[in-house]
C-alpha cells in the first residue's frame, strides 16, 4: 500500500541518503518497519531515528522494504525543497484545512506506532493541511516548506 505519494514534483526536490541508526527496522518483516512517508530525524551519530517533535524531520522517500535500501543501510528522504505531498502517516483529530503540522512519534497507522504529522499543539511546525481526509480519500494532504 502506498502510504507517501508527492503532488508537486520531484525533480525540483534535494534527496539525500542517511544510514538507519536500528536498520532492523529496513526490514519488512520487523514487527514495525519504517515505511514511506514517515518522519525521521538525525541523532548524535548523524544516523536516522524515527522523528519525536523536532523541527528538522525530513519525509522517508522510499517503500516499505526495498531491497536496495535495505542492503545498503540507508534510506533516501526529502532534504530540501517545499512540497506538497498525500499521506496516511497521520493523526486526524483537529485537523482543519490550513492548519499548521508538527511530527509526533505517537500517529498510529495499521495498528502500529509510527513518526508522522498531527496537528501542531506547541512544537516546530513542519508545514500544513491543504486537504483534509475526508476530501481525498481518506489521505492528508500537506504543504512543507523545507528549508
Not at 518483516?29 to 515505511?35: D, E, G, S, T
Not at 502517516?89 to 506506532?113: C, E, K
Request: proline share 4%.
Amino acid at each position: 500500500m502506498v502510504n507517501f505519494e508527492l503532488v508537486t514534483e520531484v525533480q525540483s526536490l534535494l534527496r539525500r541518503d542517511f544510514p538507519m541508526a536500528d536498520k532492523s527496522l529496513l526490514n519488512p518483516n520487523n514487527a514495525n518497519p519504517l515505511i514511506d512517508g514517515e518522519f525521521v530525524e538525525v541523532n548524535s551519530a548523524y544516523q536516522l531515528v524515527r522523528a519525536g517533535n523536532q523541527k528538522n524531520a525530513w519525509a522517508v522517500f522510499a517503500e516499505r522494504g526495498r531491497y536496495d535500501v535495505q542492503s545498503i543501510g540507508k534510506v533516501p528522504v526529502l532534504f530540501a525543497g517545499s512540497y506538497e505531498a498525500d499521506t496516511r502517516v497521520f493523526t486526524a483529530a483537529g485537523l482543519t484545512l490550513g492548519g499548521n503540522l508538527q511530527t509526533s512519534n505517537a500517529v498510529t497507522v495499521d495498528g502500529q506506532t509510527k513518526s508522522g504529522l498531527l496537528i501542531h499543539s506547541g512544537g516546530p511546525v513542519i508545514g500544513w493541511v491543504t486537504r483534509l481526509p475526508a476530501n481525498n480519500g481518506g489521505r492528508l494532504r500537506f504543504f512543507q516548506a523545507l528549508v
